[in-house]
């Protein structure tokens, strides 16, 4: 018999790592995907954690590399008032920009044997043999306040380390050097329900408060205005797959906060995790709602302690009393920074 296919709802990092992953075991795969490629996303653009073993598992690290990746060995943290000098990060992160990284992946997949199709948004119901990786859920509100990201390539940033995460209470923005000699500047921010929608202000949210180390990094900057994004309806709560009714994964499972620098890893992580069960019920040796519980229970245990940590770490980062304290534990402790990085990747 041949194998059945597969059908893939959003070619983000979740949809096209999965994409490329089943194609090596030569099952058919369609990809529908709302957006087209090349396109500008939100996104720090800092792969970090255990997603970078996935892709070397995948032959998609010299893909990075051929693309333009660059390496980030050090990080250094920033509130209004308070600076730290940088610190190498316990391994190396990479750094692309999504312009460039899901480019490179459709094309992967194409080369591979895959369908995608581009500008189709999938409005039908999900069911057997359909994989939800369509990205965050809608959440409009979250105890009394939204989230939403912006964000912004430049150029001439003085940032002095690979890595610069700006802190502040409304938020927190980080400088990652990426490809191509450009700084990524990607913000996320709060606001309470009923506050003017500060987003339209994108220069003063992500260039911070005049004077601010952010507001000196950024003074000379050239700001690539078509690579301008923003999204909002995000949702900070850690979400289980085992209680979500279908088969997804990436965010669509749930989002990490992005102070972590771990959604896109969890994104090829998740996706790898997904490979073998589902090329099994393809190949007629597994029913579907075996294949959708064995991802569901794969992806549940390799992220619950991660995404706990990540939430207490985002919860104290965003607590205006605690950030400069923790500016200076990260400057001085190695126990905090390695444990900081370690147990939310
Ligand atoms: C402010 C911010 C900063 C971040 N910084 C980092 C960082 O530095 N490092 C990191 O690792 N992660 C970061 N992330 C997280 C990271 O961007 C996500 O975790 C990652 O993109 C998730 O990949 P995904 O494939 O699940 O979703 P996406 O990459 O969002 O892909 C989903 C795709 O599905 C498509 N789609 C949606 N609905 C439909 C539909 N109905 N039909 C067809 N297509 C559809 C969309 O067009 C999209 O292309 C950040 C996130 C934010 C918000």
Not at 116 to 144: A, M, S, Y
Request: hydrophobic content about 40%; charged content about 20%; aromatic content about 8%.
């Amino acid at each position: 018999m041949p194998p059945k296919p597969i059908t893939l709802v959003g070619g983000g990092l979740a949809g096209l790592t999965l994409g490329i992953g089943l194609r090596r075991h030569e099952i058919p795969v369609t990809i529908f995907e709302a957006g087209q490629y090349p396109r500008h996303r939100v996104c720090g653009e800092f792969v970090s954690g255990r997603g970078q073993e996935t892709l070397a598992r995948l032959g998609l690290r010299e893909m990075f590399e051929r693309t333009g990746a660059v390496s980030a060995s050090n990080a250094a943290f920033f509130s209004q008032t308070k600076s730290m000098p940088p610190r190498p990060l316990p391994s190396p992160a990479i750094c692309l920009s999504r312009f460039n990284l899901d480019h490179a992946l459709a094309r992967e997949f194409r080369r591979l044997g895959g369908e995608l199709v581009e500008n189709h948004r999938w409005q039908k119901e999900f069911g057997e043999g359909i994989v939800r990786t369509t990205g965050r859920r809608l959440q409009t509100e979250e105890h009394g306040s939204r989230w939403f990201g912006l964000k912004v390539h430049a150029r001439n940033v003085t940032s002095t380390a690979d890595l610069e995460m700006h802190v502040s209470p409304r938020g927190y923005v980080g400088l990652c050097r990426v490809n191509g000699g450009v700084v990524n500047v990607c913000g996320l921010f709060r606001r309470r329900t009923g506050e003017e929608d500060a987003s339209l202000h994108w220069h003063k949210l992500l260039c911070g408060q005049p004077g601010s180390p952010l507001d000196q990094r950024l003074a000379n900057a050239t700001y690539d205005e078509d690579s301008f994004c923003a999204v909002a309806g995000l949702s900070m709560e850690p979400q289980r797959a085992e209680t979500r009714g279908e088969c997804c994964l990436g965010d669509a499972i749930t989002m990490i906060p992005p102070v972590t620098g771990n959604g896109m890893s969890m994104a090829f992580e998740s996706a790898e995790l997904a490979v073998e069960p589902l090329a099994a019920w393809s190949r007629g040796e597994s029913s579907w709602p075996d294949a959708q519980q064995q991802i569901a229970h794969r992806c549940d245990t390799a992220f619950a302690r991660r995404l706990a940590w990540a939430k207490w770490l985002q919860r104290a980062i965003l607590a205006p009393a605690l950030q400069n304290s923790l500016i200076t534990l990260a400057a001085h402790s190695e126990w905090f920074w390695r444990t900081a990085f370690e147990r939310t990747r």
